[in-house]
Nanobody, 121 residues
Framework: QVQLVESGGGLVQAGGSLRLSCAAS????????LGWFRQGPGKEREFVAA????????YYADSVKGRFTISRDNAKNTVYLQMDSLKPEDTAVYYC??????????????WGQGTQVTVSS
C-alpha cells in the first residue's frame, strides 16, 4: 500500500522548536518532489515548504521563511520539517505530500494523515 506517515507533532511554547518526520512506503520515494502543508482552525490547507527530487532546491511560504527548514533523506525514505521560533499562528495540522504529477497537480498528490502542532503563547 502506498502511504505517507507523519510523526513528531506535539505541544510547544512560543519560541520553541519541533522536528516533523514523514516516512514513505509503497512508492519510489526518490522519484518525487515532496512538501509540507498545514491547515489551521477555520482555514484552508496552505503550502508551507517543498523540496525538489534531488534536494537541491527548496521553497518556503513567506510566513515561515527563516524559521522552518525542509530536508530529505532518500536512503531513509523520509522527509523532515525542522520548525524553529514557533509562533501561535503556526498551530495547525501538518501534512506531508508527494507530488505524483511533477507539477503539484492536487488531484495527483499523495497526502499523509497529518500530525497536530500546537504552539502556546
Amino acid at each position: 500500500q502506498v502511504q505517507l506517515v507523519e510523526s513528531g507533532g506535539g505541544l510547544v511554547q512560543a519560541g520553541g522548536s519541533l522536528r516533523l518526520s514523514c516516512a514513505a512506503s509503497g512508492l519510489r520515494f526518490r522519484d518525487y518532489a515532496l512538501g509540507w502543508f498545514r491547515q489551521g482552525p477555520g482555514k484552508e490547507r496552505e503550502f508551507v515548504a517543498a523540496i525538489s527530487v534531488s534536494g537541491g532546491n527548496t521553497y518556503y511560504a513567506d510566513s515561515v521563511k527563516g524559521r522552518f527548514t525542509i530536508s530529505r533523506d532518500n536512503a531513509k525514505n523520509t522527509v523532515y520539517l525542522q520548525m524553529d521560533s514557533l509562533k501561535p499562528e503556526d498551530t495547525a495540522v501538518y501534512y506531508c505530500a508527494a507530488d505524483l504529477s511533477g507539477n503539484w497537480d492536487t488531484s495527483k498528490t499523495l497526502w499523509g494523515q497529518g500530525t497536530q502542532v500546537t504552539v502556546s503563547s
